[in-house]
């Protein structure tokens, strides 16, 4: 009998992985349930008037999550590509579930039915404004981003514009995803001390913690995954929970004569034509047109928009599924719309519930007190599911712009693939951190939102179309439209975080400046970027469109050629 030859050859990197991944995940598997275990020992100890079963169910949820993203998709990280773009490999159907879940979040929820409830439903705008806003994505920014396979949505700027004006852009961009974070984060709190009896501190933290943990672990197959999961128990807990809420004050029929008789105007879609001349209406009619361009136009520039333009498979597939996640954004915001008109009808009192002295309630009030038990659990799935779906993207965003745009072209321009990886991890983690800080002390969702949106439409927006569509844009133009912009937006001041307005802005009423100042501020910072590139362009060169393209000689000096390009070029 012959004995085969024993091989001396050494097991691989690869092989080593393999044959670690296991016990690696069962190890993960293991934290995890020691931490939810942990979590209920604490609960058991200090909230006596928790729901187990809705609570039991929570932690089944999250479980799920967990495991589809910080086991099943960190399989497929083994790269910087694959963590930041998802190795552009992300097919249209994954797509459109992570684009619409992403966007679909706790403050899309919570935010939709406390302005339909408190404000009335042609103030309920975010759901139509984000709505356009991928459509107009889709038109005319998913082609070329998709084309340039870039990393990141600030990597257009720093290549004509230079890493220091990219990184003054990354400031707006990152703190929106924290403040948008921190929105979401705020909707599930609420929800949960309502339904589930658990304090706002707790319920926040620790759906915070496993976010962070699963989008650390597997990039954007973690948040692509768990989205597939998510955004079918959000379009299942929310229409499932529709019938039950309106059957409890007498069909939707009834409540919908009761709130067009309370709000009149105020219950339609679209101010009337002509609203500036109506007396109801007056400087709130051009408020609103702030608001919706702030909504439309400010919902672009987002890396996680682009994050998931960035991994689809090729452009025709980027433009696909921002249309198709548009479309469907719509249709998910009917529930809360709806859920709004049917809290207004509401006699909360006599379901046993305490006075409701906080619109963003509504929600959590229409699925404590005007549903079954098994449905109410089966519609908090659905807010948890909308939460985890858009912080694990916002994380992963701001992380990514942190790591490829700050870390590795201004703090470390030698750091390979692995130590960057390293990085958006950490910073992934910090963002997080700041976002449920930022959570745990501010009141309303939608002002959170609005704000986000706010930061990116002044400041991000003219930069990123300068840089995709603008030849003779330069550097001195962009930074001189920034400061222009910057200062007329703080001169408008802040009540979400009582600071006064700067400037005599008209129209102004309880601390809040009803002018359109914003969009003044954005065009205002556009224009000027425009005159000033023309006035410097001979003392300031532009950059060429043409530095763009994935291969340009300009993009290969500064190291930001696309990975593909390099792995050619090698």
């Known amino acids: 009998m012959s004995v085969p030859a024993t091989s001396t050859t050494e097991p691989t990197p690869s092989d080593r992985a393999a044959a670690g991944r296991g016990p690696s995940r069962l190890i993960t598997l293991g934290v995890f349930g020691l931490g939810l275990a942990a979590a209920a020992v604490y609960i058991a100890l200090t909230q006596p008037r928790v729901s187990w079963p809705a609570l039991l169910a929570m932690f089944a949820f999250y479980g799920v999550f967990y495991w589809l993203g910080a086991v099943v998709a960190a399989r497929r990280a083994s790269n910087l590509a694959e963590t930041l773009v998802a190795g552009r490999s992300l097919p249209l159907w994954i797509g459109v579930c992570t684009m619409t879940a992403t966007w679909v979040d706790g403050g899309y929820i919570s935010g939709t039915a406390e302005a339909t409830a408190s404000r009335g439903l042609v103030f309920a705008q975010a759901p139509w404004g984000y709505a356009l806003s991928m459509l107009v ?69 620790i759906s915070a913690a496993i976010g962070i943990a699963y989008t650390v672990a597997g990039g954007a197959w973690s948040v692509a995954l768990t989205d597939v999961a998510q955004i079918v128990v959000i379009f299942v807990g929310l229409f499932l929970a529709l019938p039950f809420a309106a059957g409890a004050v007498g069909g939707l029929g009834a409540a919908w004569d009761s709130y067009s008789a309370n709000l009149g105007g105020y219950a339609s ?119 985890m779906s858009s912080v694990d993207a916002s994380i992963l965003s701001a992380a990514s712009m942190g790591g490829w745009n700050l870390y590795r072209r201004l703090v470390n321009p030698k750091a390979g693939d692995e130590r960057v990886r390293r990085v958006v991890r950490r910073v992934g983690v910090l963002v997080g951190a ?57 001169s408008g001041g802040e009540p979400t975080f009582g600071l006064p307005a700067l400037l005599p802005w008209p129209w102004q009423e309880d601390g809040a400046v009803l002018f359109p100042f914003r969009t003044v501020a954005m065009v205002a910072g556009l224009a000027t970027t425009l005159a000033v590139s023309r006035l410097t362009r001979r003392a300031d060169p532009p950059v060429p469109l043409s530095a763009l393209r994935p291969d340009s000689p300009e993009r290969r000096a500064i190291g930001l050629a696309s990975p593909e390009t390099q792995e050619v070029t090698a």
Not at 189 to 197: L, Y
Not at 289 to 307: A, C, E, R, T
Not at 333 to 341: C, E, Y
Not at 449 to 470: E, G, H, I, N
Request: hydrophobic share 55%; proline share 7%; net charge positive.
């Open 269 to 387: 879609l679209f101010p009337p034509l002509t609203g500036w001349d109506d007396p109801a209406w007056g400087p709130k009619w051009w408020n609103w047109w702030d608001m919706g361009l702030l909504l439309v136009m400010g919902g672009i520039p987002w890396q996680v928009y682009f994050q998931r333009v960035l991994s689809s498979k090729d452009e025709r597939t980027a433009r696909r599924l921002s249309f198709a996640a548009s479309g469907l954004c719509v249709v998910a915001a009917i529930p809360p719309a709806l859920f709004g008109v049917i809290a207004s009808a509401a006699d909360f009192t006599a379901h046993g519930a305490p006075p409701m002295d906080n619109p963003a309630l509504t929600v959590p009030y229409v699925l404590r007190y005007l549903l079954p038990t098994a449905v109410a659990i089966v519609a908090l799935g659905a807010m948890a599911a909308a939460v």
């Open 137 to 205: 994505g889709g038109l005319f920014f998913a082609g070329p981003m998709r084309r340039g396979r870039f990393m990141t949505m600030l990597d257009p700027m720093d290549i004509r514009f230079g890493k220091r004006v990219a990184g003054l852009g990354s400031v707006p961009a990152v703190l929106g995803e924290v403040f948008w974070s921190g929105a979401i984060l705020t909707a599930l709190g609420t929800t949960f001390a309502v339904i589930v009896g658990l304090d706002f501190t707790p319920a926040i933290i």
């Open 434 to 490: 700041a976002a449920t800080v930022l959570a745990l002390n501010v009141g309303s969702v939608y002002q959170l939102w609005y704000l986000a949106s706010d930061l990116v439409y002044v400041l991000l927006f003219p930069m990123l179309v300068c840089a995709l569509f603008v030849p003779f844009a330069n550097r001195t133009g962009v930074l001189s439209g920034f400061a222009v912009g910057l200062l007329l937006r703080v």
